[in-house]
């Protein structure tokens, strides 16, 4: 009886180490899926009033959706971990940006940024606001998870482009 005891025990391990070598055999090949939220730049939208000067007062909104079951608390980079542990008031938030630059070709420049953090399937909307100079077109850029943070799914899709002000030559509103 004892011999047999000690034959499953050896065969239960053997199978234990074979599904374990199995499972690291897969993730290696990146075959395992590790939940991990998917921070995205929904959209960006325009409101516009009269500025000083005859310029144009803009406001800003971008619009942040987490295309996933996880919220992007769950899934820190070593980054991440390393700003929060370092700035406890943040802990769990990501940052986002909004830059915006004089079209076609100026420097990006930061106007706001924003710390935040999004559920599962959850939207958050930033705002900022801008004059813009009589004659001037404005191209902004806002980007999720600026500072890389959070682990995600899809680490392309964190950016949108948007020119401002919109007319019938220029009609790419958003790229």
């Not at 199978?15 to 959209?43: F, H, M, N």
């Not at 909004?98 to 939207?123: C, I, M, W």
Request: glycine share 8%; charged share 20%.
């Amino acid at each position: 009886m004892r011999q047999t005891n000690r034959i499953v025990v050896a065969g239960v391990g053997l199978i234990c180490s074979a599904v374990l070598a199995v499972g690291l055999s897969a993730q290696r090949q990146g075959t395992t899926q590790i939940a991990r939220p998917d921070l995205q730049v929904e959209k960006i939208e325009f409101t516009t009033a009269p500025g000083a000067g005859g310029g144009t007062q803009l406001t800003i909104r971008y619009t942040l959706y987490n295309d996933s079951d996880v919220p992007s608390r769950n899934a820190p980079t070593e980054a991440g971990k390393a700003a929060w542990k370092a700035n406890p008031v943040s802990n769990l938030m990501f940052e986002t940006r909004l830059d915006v630059r004089d079209y076609p070709s100026g420097k990006f420049q930061n106007l706001s940024t924003v710390q935040l953090e999004v559920g599962a399937h959850g939207r958050m909307t930033c705002n900022a606001s801008i004059l813009v100079p009589v004659g001037k077109r404005k191209e902004f850029r806002a980007i999720a998870d600026s500072q890389n943070w959070i682990n995600e799914m899809i680490e392309t899709n964190n950016e949108k482009l948007a020119i401002w002000p919109l007319t019938a030559v220029a009609t790419p509103i958003q790229k």
